[in-house]
């Protein structure tokens, strides 16, 4: 009978130690992938938009409409390429699975504040890369539809700040025949 109160403690430590650490670590990493891809993702790519009107100055301005309109013209290129491609996602029957928009989104606000913001680069680049993994982890993406959102992201951005006005919002600042100020944004209609 001593034998089997030595058993009991061995196989609740055995469960505590070999068991349950890996159900809960795996829990917990889909959680936090879930958590990242989701909350996480619209609080990077905001903060991406907003930080340099809080943090900028009368430069923020520019920052965050350019910011702006690397995210917008990034996700109609992601968006587009999904409808041509078709591609089955790896964990559902769906057709949109090429390329990550939410690599392509997070690699684009990554790539525009790195310009402006040189020696942040590696905190926007760590993110968007967190980011993308969290798609892999979360099995909605394959490595190649990662990689290829996060060029398309990266490559949209180069793009943008080549661009002298940007890609698709322009800022439209005109008087009006009674003599005010009209302000907004002018859609450009070609690349």
């Given at each position: ?9 061995a196989i ?5 130690t070999?068991f349950?650490?890996?159900a809960?670590?795996e829990?917990f ?7 990242v891809s989701?909350?996480g ?6 903060a ?6 809080l943090?900028d100055g009368k ?6 409409l350019r910011a ?33 928009c939410?690599a392509?989104?997070a690699f684009?606000i990554?790539?525009?504040q ?12 760590s ?12 099995n909605?993406?394959?490595l ?6 996060a ?13 002298k006005?940007?890609?698709i919002?322009?800022?439209?600042i ?6 005010g100020s ?5 859609v450009?209609?070609?690349?």
């Amino acid at each position: 009978m001593s034998w089997l109160k030595a058993l009991i403690p061995a196989i609740i430590a055995l469960h505590c130690t070999i068991f349950s650490p890996k159900a809960i670590a795996e829990s917990f990493d889909q959680e936090a992938s879930r958590f990242v891809s989701g909350t996480g993702t619209a609080i990077y790519l905001g903060a991406g938009v907003l930080l340099p009107i809080l943090l900028d100055g009368k430069q923020g301005t520019q920052e965050s409409l350019r910011a702006l309109d690397t995210l917008a013209a990034s996700t109609l290129l992601c968006v587009g390429l999904k409808e041509i491609t078709d591609v089955k996602r790896p964990d559902s029957d769906s057709t949109d699975s090429f390329p990550s928009c939410h690599a392509t989104t997070a690699f684009a606000i990554a790539t525009i504040q790195s310009h402006y913001h040189p020696k942040s680069a590696i905190l926007w680049y760590s993110g968007a890369s967190i980011i993308s993994y969290s798609r892999l982890n979360l099995n909605r993406h394959r490595l190649t539809e990662v990689l290829a959102g996060a060029a398309l992201g990266y490559l949209t951005a180069k793009l943008e700040l080549s661009q002298k006005h940007g890609l698709i919002l322009f800022p439209l600042i005109t008087n009006d025949s009674s003599g005010g100020s009209i302000v907004g944004f002018q859609v450009i209609g070609s690349f």
